[in-house]
């Protein structure tokens, strides 16, 4: 079964500070996406990464996939209240045609 | 163009009543996935549909729970003789393609069960 796990499960910040999100497996995935999702709504995408070491940036987010392509970090600069949400890591899981979803970090930004 | 809708956005059950799910997808997709999430946890797959076809409910319970995407018309979710552990909020996402790299996900705002 393939899993992905993120850490820091909750995340309470003050504005300004700069934070990094991990998700982590033991497998294999050919890509991984981060989706955003706020109170209320359906997660929304922010960024695929595809291969290995690839960095990604938007905005003050940046995005890095492992070079084994089993991790990937996201790391936000000057966090701002606005950040504030749940942040999952997906993946198509190999062989399979679905896409399974990481545990979440919930983080919240103190104005 | 409209994304994914879902309704109703919220739903109350009582325990042992049916529930029913609707999601339409974006236009032109062709693929429909249901997930649900619990409060402060990640999204559960359930099951993967292309029109007519459940390709994979490997997450799906055996019991009371089924899923369809008619040709014409919304896919539906349906939860038969709900119990309090199916209160959840349950999200449908879409998709042009099958799952590839790059291939991005649409999801709708969700159905919030509430099992009384």
């Known amino acids: 079964t393939q899993l992905l796990e993120q850490s820091p499960q909750f995340l309470s910040i003050q504005e300004g500070e700069n934070l990094t999100v991990y998700c982590n497996s033991s497998s294999v995935f050919s890509s991984l996406q981060w989706y955003r999702q706020e109170p209320g709504e359906g997660p929304v995408l922010l960024v695929t990464v595809v291969t290995g070491g690839e960095v990604k940036k938007l905005k003050r987010l940046t995005f890095q996939f492992g070079d084994a392509r089993k991790d990937s970090s996201l790391h936000i600069t000057a966090a701002q209240p606005g950040d504030t949400g749940l942040y999952l890591c997906?993946?198509?899981?190999?062989?399979?045609?679905?896409?399974?979803f990481g545990t979440g970090t919930r983080l919240k930004v103190l104005a | 163009n409209a994304g994914v809708m879902q309704n109703p956005r919220h739903l109350v059950r009582r325990r042992g009543q049916e529930a029913r799910l609707r999601c339409s997808p974006m236009k032109g997709h062709s693929h429909v996935y249901w997930y649900r999430q619990l409060p402060e946890e990640g999204l559960k797959f359930m099951v993967y549909?292309?029109?007519?076809?459940?390709?994979?409910e490997s997450g799906m319970p055996k019991e009371r729970f089924s899923a369809e995407f008619p040709k014409e018309g919304p896919s539906i979710l349906r939860i038969q003789q709900v119990v309090r552990g199916d209160s959840a909020a349950y999200f449908c996402?879409?998709?042009?393609?099958?799952?590839?790299?790059?291939?991005?996900?649409?999801f709708g705002s969700g159905t919030q069960l509430s099992v009384l």
């Open positions: 996402a879409s998709s042009p393609r099958l799952p590839a790299t790059n291939e991005k996900l649409f």
């Open positions: 997906a993946g198509a899981a190999s062989g399979t045609y679905k896409y399974i």
């Open positions: 549909l292309q029109k007519e076809n459940i390709i994979d």
